[in-house]
């Protein structure tokens, strides 16, 4: 299977959880935005009259003829077909939900710049994101990273990642969010990163790994950048 | 199967959707916070050092020696076990999407009356939610409503629901959505539905579903209030 990729290009965006994915196993896929006219091949899936499920935003894959939209969805869909997830269903599901709840994060942490509109420029709402991220930074940031600490301090050592021994798309997702919170609040995250030790192993095992370890040394990571969803606005990092 | 069901007294919020799954499908369940003693049994799970997997907030729910959360996620497992979701794969997924697609909207008509902080008081971010509800209603309700639209208008008629013909968890998910911005926004609904017949036959219809009918008549439905995700505080409505 070439699995086809929507997103836009120039950020990394949510469309980089599925990246991580498709890059650690190896699979073949194309980013199609990215490309000679890819952009529009996007728009037309987007409002296309003959698709039959349409989605609302990107990222979206297309599998064979399975148009497939949400990136936790899409990560749900590739998951065991990767290998990056467990065969059972009670072991997708918490692998899901552990998705789910790095999602909630992110749209969080794109909220800090953002609290007002997402289509009014940061620029234009200066203010009140000072006020929202002083209480992410403060209370935010550490009640998830405590929670993924909790969740895998339930595992005796030697079972580094959060579903223990097996690498899943959700120690992806977490290595991608601890990276871009430290690099939109380099202060605050050195702060809290003392307490967790365990969150940041998984960060580090997963930057190793040799498919991502070749993918962020190549062409087709994009660096960070304000105009993503983590951006390095030092007034917002206290 | 006796589900339990944990989510806060009080509010419909997110343990809403799931409720309306299993109303309407008339599955046995306990819900379990709202009985005497209910609420620290719904901590001691959320804390305790023996639960596995566990939730980063309710609701949650519990089947048999599973523990499941994330309010999506709870209906992925319930929907083919309830009769709420196709058999197929990519139906499922598809049922899930829209699902997701729900949720994002919620997000947002809650961060409309709390756009800084959850943990302060509406009233100390009156300001920015006044800012922040003249976009939702303009461009963010119009948006997801003109999405979910799109989808039904991709069926003929007496395929009246987001699948077709059968109904999906996805459905009573819309219906509680329209009616929860009925009664946070009820000047702007007032316009809105004019040009989102489908989406408002959808609730229509699930409204007189058997299930749901005698859910909404008894004590168990929670009425809207000013604690809730849907909150009608009129200066936001625009």
Redesign the interface.
Known sequence: MRYELYYWDGIQGRGEYVRLALEDAGARYVDVARGDGGEDAMLALLDGRRV?????APPFLKAGR?L???T??IL??LGPRLGLAPASE?GR??T??LQ??LA?LV?EAH?VHH???G??YYED?RR?AK??AK??VA?RIPK?LD?FE??LA?HPRGKPYLLGRAVTYADLSLFQVVEGLGYAFPKAMARVARGHRRVIGVRDRVRERPGIAAYLASPRRIPFNEQDIFRHYPALDA
């Open positions: 039959a499920r349409p989605p609302f399975q497939i939209g949400q936790a969805n749900l869909y009670s599901l918490w899901h939900q789910l709840t909630d749209v909220d609290p007002i509109a289509s009014l709402q009140e006020r929202r209480n992410f209370e998830f929670y909790r969740v339930r």
